[in-house]
């Protein structure tokens, strides 16, 4: 059996490769291994992928040889080929699941249903959300957590008619109480995609909804929410008025848009920081605890003025 080669090297470098540098959610988990990293005297150096899975192997080939570990942030390759990566040198997953290899993620899942129970209850019978990527697994666990929470809510509207007495459970913290559920809606959900998950990206996927409006929209992440905001301001489309908008990841510039962006904040410096650690221990020759599952750190909704439809005076956090 060929020794791998990660046994022959000692450089004190990480390797950081990230879907697109340049947007403030791999920023975030890049300061958090470089806290990480930095207490065991490693460095952690980001690369960019540009969205490409074609980049992403021209990059490693030329980064493996000179680092100790690879931490791979919603890479857009195959599992096939990270596997393989993974025996070249010690690798460690953020946002993305790949069987047999240590992986830290947002709970996307949960996320979009705290998002749709949100929209719901401020009165939206529709929501479009705005995809991402094709090969991102974030974007497909999003997807399912929307669908699978307005079946929920569905089943909850119309258990509300018949006096039900129990709770459901939407999501691994969403749960509708009995006393909610009267008030409920079925809500249709549709998806449009986008060809960048950035700003140009979210003013484009504004002029596809105008052609079939909802009452609501999710983006894939902040930089898509805060474009389609950008151009419905310049169409004379009023937020929330008009269509509520939440997106993901609650970056820095979530808080500079007026209305200010409803966001699903998932601690990304916490995921940088814990796939970091699990990593370090694969470099010093201790099975990572993060082998066997990955490991789903939890979100939480916060509330901002880009989605109150109904209620004015309601807290802006949750």
């Known amino acids: 059996m060929e020794t791998p080669a990660f046994q022959r090297q000692n450089t004190g470098i ?8 340049s947007n403030p959610f791999f920023l975030e988990i890049f300061r958090g291994a470089q806290h990480a990293a930095s207490t065991q005297g490693y460095t952690v150096v980001l690369v960019d992928a540009r969205e490409s899975a074609t980049k992403s192997r021209e990059v490693l080939e030329k980064v493996i040889p000179h ?37 830290v993620m947002v709970d996307n899942y949960d996320g979009a249903a705290k998002a749709v129970v ?10 479009t ?26 089943l909850a509207a119309e258990s509300g008619g018949e006096a039900s007495k129990s709770a ?27 060809e960048s998950p950035d700003f140009v990206g979210g003013r484009r996927a504004f002029e596809e909804w105008m052609k ?8 894939f992440n902040d930089m898509v929410a ?28 979530s808080v500079l848009s007026t209305p200010s962006l409803t966001t ?18 694969l470099l010093k020759g201790m099975k990572a605890p993060l082998m066997s599952k990955p490991r789903e750190l939890p979100t939480r909704l916060i509330v901002r003025e880009s989605s109150i439809k109904t209620s004015p005076n309601m807290k802006h956090t949750s």
Not at 77 to 84: A, F, L, P
Request: charged share 20%; proline share 4%; with cysteine.
């Open 14 to 21: 990480i390797a950081l490769v990230a879907a697109d540098a």
């Open 226 to 253: 805060l474009g389609f905001m950008q151009q419905a301001r310049i169409a004379g489309v009023k937020i929330p008025e008009d269509v509520a908008v939440v997106g993901f990841d609650n970056t820095e510039i």
């Open 129 to 154: 959300y705005i995809a991402g990527p094709d090969k991102s697994w974030a974007d497909s666990t999003r997807w399912r957590g929307l669908v699978d929470a307005a079946a929920a809510l569905a």
């Open 67 to 103: 680092a100790d570990g690879l931490l791979l942030a919603s890479s857009r390759m195959d599992s096939g080929e990270i596997q393989k990566v993974a025996r070249e040198i010690p690798t460690v997953l953020m946002s993305r699941e790949v069987q047999g290899i240590p992986s």
């Open 264 to 281: 699903v904040a998932g601690p990304l410096r916490a995921v940088g920081r814990v796939a970091t650690a699990n990593l370090i221990a």
């Open 212 to 219: 079939d409006q909802s009452d609501a929209v999710i983006s």
């Open 118 to 127: 949100h929209l719901v209850d401020q009165g939206c019978r529709s929501i």
């Open 168 to 194: 459901i459970s939407i999501s691994r913290s969403v749960t509708i109480q009995p006393n909610r559920m009267r008030h409920l809606i079925k809500p249709k959900v549709k998806t449009i995609s986008v």
